[in-house]
C-alpha cells in the first residue's frame, strides 16, 4: 500500500506500556476468576463427593445395622431352642440346637465385622466394641457348652436324660462298669471347657456395663451385662476348682482299683454341729462304679469295738454329764472336716476299723428325697413312703425310723439302727433294677440339691478331689471370707428329737454411723408348735418332742465386740476358732412355745460411703431352712429362705 502523502504517528512509550498492563490485568483477572470458577467447581465436587459418601455410609450402617439386628435376633432364638432342650433334659437335642447356634453367631460376627470403622469414631466406637466382644465371649461360650453335650452323650441314659447312650446293653450294673472303664478318656475334655470358658471372660472383661446408665430401658442393658460378667467369672472359678475332682472322679469310683468310703447317717431330728447326731455307719465298697455294703453297724457297737476314750470336752461333760468322749458325739465342730479328723483319732482305735478313701455323711433328707423319686420302698418287713404323716407332721419314713429305732420296749431290739442300712440298700436296688432313663436323671438331681443343701458332705483322702468338693462346698468346710460373715450353729444336748418339729427365722439389722462404723444385731427366734410327747419309759411311749435344750454358737468376723446379748440362759461367752470370733450361748425351747436370742455386735472394720458390704451367710447341715429378713438402718432390704449358703451385696 502506498503510505506517501500519509503522516505518520508515533505512539508515546508511557501510553504503550499501561496499555500492556491494563490489558495484563485484565488477562490475570480473567485467570483468576477461571481458577476460583474452577475451584469452586472442585470444591463442590469435593462437598458433594463427601455428602454421597456419608449418604451412602449412612445407608450402608443402617442396612448393616438392621441386618446385624435381624440376625442377633434369629441368633437368640436357637438359643433359646437350646435352653428348651436343656430343661426337656435332651441332651442329643440340645448339642444340636446348640450347634446352630454357633452357626447363626458366627454369621452375627460376619456382619458385626462390616461395622469396623464405627470403632475409631470417638463415643460411638466403645459400643462398638461392646457388641464386638459380646458375640465373641458368646462364640466361646457356646463352643464351651457344645464339648459339654457331647462329652455327656454318650452317658444319656445313665444321667437319666435323653439321647442316643452308648450304654445300653446288660443289666444297671454292666452299663455303670463301662462308663467308668471308659470315663478316664473323656474327663480330659474339661480343659478343652475350662480353655473356652476363659477365652469368654476375657471378651467379657472389656465389657463395661457403667457405660450403660441404670436409666429407662439403658437399666435393663446395664443389669444384663453386669449379670453376664458375675455368671461368667462364677463359671471360671467353678470349673477352675471343680476340674480336679472331675479329673479324679474315675478314680474316686474305682476305676482302677476299689474303694471303700465310711459312710455315716447323721439323724438331724437331733441336731449336732454338722448336721445330726451320729446314729450308724455302713463301709461301701466302690468297685468300677458298681456298690457293695461290705459291713453296717449301730454307732454304739462302732463305740463298744474302741477300748478307751479321750475326756469329754466341756459342752459335753456339762451338758450331757459324760466324762468321756465318745465317738457318736464326735462331731463338735462346725467344720465337717474337723469333726472327721476327731471321728477318725477314735476310728483308728477299734477293732472293727477298716482302711477307708474318705467319709459320706447323709442325713433323713436325703432317704425322704431318694423316696420321693423312686416311689414306696420295702425293707425289713416295712413299707416305707414320703407322704406326710399326721403323727408327726413330717414324712412318714422319718416317723417310721424313729418308731423302730427310739421307742422303748420290754426285749432286746438287735441292731436296731441297722434298719437305716437296710433302707439304703432297699433304695438303692431299686434304683438299679429299673431302667435309668426312668429314675436315675431325677436321682441324680435330688443328689445335687441334697448336696448343695448339705444333707449329704463329703471328706475324701484324694487331696484333688477333696479341694474340688470343696470348691462345690460340699465338704461343710466354715470359708474364710472377706467381709460381714454368720454361721449359726445349733446343737441339741439331751432334747429328744425336737428338731422335726422346730422353725427357725433371722432377723438381721444394720446400723452405719456416719463414720462406717458397723452395728449389727441379729434376733434368732425358734418356735415348736407340737404338743410334748409321751415320754415316760415304763409307758414304752415314742419320746419325739420335748424341750429342745439348745447349746449354741454364732460365728461372726473375726475381731467383732460382743455389746449386748437377750435370751440366753448362760452368760455368753465371746471366743475364736476357725479364723472366727464365736459367741457361746445356751437356750431352750418349748413344745407348743417358742424362744427369742438377740446379739448386738460392733464389726471390726469401718465401712466408706456409697460403698458395698459383702456378706456370707452359711447355712448349718441339717437344717432344712432359716427365713431371713435383712434391714439397713431401719429399711427392709432382702427377705428370703436360707437353703444354701448365700451371699448379699448390701448398698449402703
Known amino acids: 500500500m502506498d503510505t506517501e502523502g500519509f503522516k505518520k504517528?508515533?505512539?508515546?512509550t508511557e501510553v504503550k506500556r499501561e496499555s500492556r498492563i491494563e490489558n495484563n490485568n485484565i488477562s490475570n483477572m480473567a485467570k483468576r476468576r477461571r481458577l476460583r470458577l474452577s475451584l469452586k467447581s472442585k470444591k463442590a465436587k469435593i462437598i458433594l463427593g463427601l455428602v454421597v459418601f456419608f449418604v451412602l455410609l449412612s445407608a450402608y450402617t443402617a442396612f448393616t445395622a438392621v441386618g446385624i439386628y435381624k440376625q442377633a435376633r434369629i441368633t437368640e432364638a436357637?438359643?433359646?431352642?437350646?435352653?428348651?432342650?436343656?430343661?426337656?433334659?435332651n441332651i442329643e437335642e440340645t448339642r444340636n440346637k446348640l450347634k446352630e447356634a454357633q452357626v447363626e453367631i458366627k454369621t452375627l460376627s460376619s456382619r458385626v465385622?462390616?461395622?469396623?470403622?464405627?470403632?475409631?469414631?470417638?463415643f460411638l466406637g466403645s459400643y462398638y466394641h461392646d457388641i464386638d466382644h459380646l458375640v465373641k465371649a458368646a462364640d466361646h461360650?457356646?463352643?464351651?457348652?457344645?464339648?459339654?453335650?457331647?462329652?455327656?452323650?454318650?452317658?444319656?441314659?445313665?444321667?437319666?436324660?435323653k439321647g442316643e447312650s452308648t450304654f445300653t446293653g446288660g443289666t444297671a450294673q454292666d452299663r455303670i462298669r463301662l462308663a467308668v472303664q471308659t470315663m478316664g478318656k473323656v474327663v480330659p475334655e474339661i480343659d478343652k471347657i475350662e480353655a473356652q470358658i476363659v477365652l469368654a471372660k476375657k471378651e467379657m472383661d472389656y465389657?463395661?456395663?457403667?457405660r450403660y446408665p441404670q436409666i429407662g430401658k439403658l437399666k435393663d442393658v446395664h443389669l444384663m451385662l453386669a449379670e453376664l460378667k458375675e455368671g461368667i467369672n462364677g463359671a471360671v472359678v467353678a470349673v477352675g476348682e471343680g476340674k480336679p475332682l472331675i479329673k479324679a472322679l474315675p478314680e474316686l469310683l474305682g476305676e482302677t482299683e476299689a474303694k471303700r468310703y465310711l459312710v455315716l447317717f447323721q439323724n438331724d431330728a437331733e441336731l449336732r454341729a454338722t448336721g445330726g447326731f451320729l446314729t450308724f455307719y455302713s463301709i461301701f465298697k466302690v468297685d468300677e462304679g458298681v456298690i457293695e455294703v461290705e459291713d453296717s453297724s449301730d454307732i454304739y457297737s462302732l463305740d463298744d469295738s474302741i477300748r478307751t476314750h479321750p475326756p469329754a470336752p466341756k459342752i459335753i461333760q456339762d451338758y450331757l454329764e459324760v466324762n468321756k468322749l465318745y465317738i457318736r458325739d464326735s462331731n463338735l465342730s462346725p467344720d465337717f472336716v474337723e469333726s472327721m479328723e476327731s471321728f477318725l483319732d477314735q476310728y483308728e482305735n477299734s477293732n472293727r476299723e477298716q482302711d477307708i478313701d474318705g467319709i459320706i455323711a447323709l442325713d433323713t433328707d436325703v432317704l425322704v428325697g431318694a423316696i420321693r423319686v423312686l416311689g414306696e420302698v420295702s425293707a425289713s418287713g416295712l413299707t416305707f413312703t414320703a407322704e406326710t404323716d399326721e403323727r408327726c407332721d413330717c414324712p412318714q419314713v422319718v416317723f417310721l425310723l424313729e418308731d423302730q429305732i427310739s421307742r422303748p420296749v420290754n426285749y432286746i431290739k438287735t441292731n436296731r439302727k441297722g434298719l437305716i442300712s437296710e433302707l439304703m440298700l432297699a433304695l438303692m436296688n431299686k434304683a438299679l433294677s429299673s431302667s435309668p432313663s426312668q429314675y436315675w436323671g431325677p436321682l441324680f438331681q435330688q443328689f445335687v440339691k441334697d448336696a448343695q443343701e448339705k444333707h449329704i458332705l463329703f471328706y475324701v483322702f484324694n487331696d484333688d478331689a477333696q479341694r474340688g468338693l470343696e470348691a462345690l462346698n460340699w465338704a461343710g468346710r466354715i470359708k474364710p471370707y472377706e467381709g460381714d460373715y454368720l454361721h449359726i450353729?445349733?446343737?441339741?444336748?439331751?432334747?429328744?428329737?425336737?428338731?422335726?418339729?422346730?422353725?427357725?427365722?433371722?432377723?438381721?439389722?444394720y446400723a452405719i454411723s456416719d463414720k462406717g462404723e458397723i452395728k449389727k444385731k441379729i434376733t434368732i427366734e425358734y418356735r415348736n408348735p407340737r404338743p410334748h410327747s409321751d415320754c415316760d419309759l415304763e409307758s414304752g411311749g415314742l419320746c419325739l418332742n420335748a424341750t429342745l435344750r439348745d447349746f449354741q454358737r454364732v460365728y461372726v468376723p473375726k475381731g467383732s465386740t460382743l455389746d449386748n446379748v437377750k435370751g440366753s440362759q448362760i452368760e455368753t461367752a465371746t471366743k475364736e476358732e476357725l479364723d472366727k470370733?464365736?459367741?457361746e450361748s445356751?437356750?431352750?425351747?418349748?413344745?407348743?412355745?417358742k424362744a427369742e436370742i438377740i446379739y448386738e455386735y460392733t464389726l471390726p472394720f469401718t465401712l466408706a460411703d456409697n460403698s458395698v458390704l459383702p456378706v456370707l451367710i452359711q447355712k448349718q447341715p441339717g437344717v432344712e431352712k432359716i427365713d431371713v429378713v435383712v434391714t439397713v438402718n431401719g429399711k427392709k432390704v432382702e427377705e428370703f429362705e436360707l437353703r444354701t449358703d448365700t451371699e448379699l451385696e448390701l448398698k449402703i
Open 113 to 122: 465385622k462390616g461395622l469396623f470403622y464405627i470403632g475409631f469414631i470417638p
Open 9 to 12: 504517528i508515533e505512539l508515546n
Open 207 to 210: 465389657v463395661n456395663p457403667n
Open 141 to 161: 461360650g457356646v463352643e464351651a457348652a457344645v464339648i459339654t453335650t457331647e462329652t455327656l452323650v454318650p452317658y444319656a441314659d445313665l444321667l437319666g436324660l
Open 489 to 509: 450353729n445349733d446343737v441339741n444336748l439331751g432334747g429328744a428329737k425336737s428338731n422335726i418339729f422346730i422353725t427357725q427365722s433371722l432377723n438381721m439389722d
Open 78 to 89: 436357637k438359643a433359646r431352642l437350646a435352653m428348651d432342650a436343656v430343661k426337656q433334659q
Open 581 to 583: 470370733t464365736f459367741f
Open 586 to 593: 445356751f437356750l431352750t425351747v418349748n413344745p407348743m412355745g
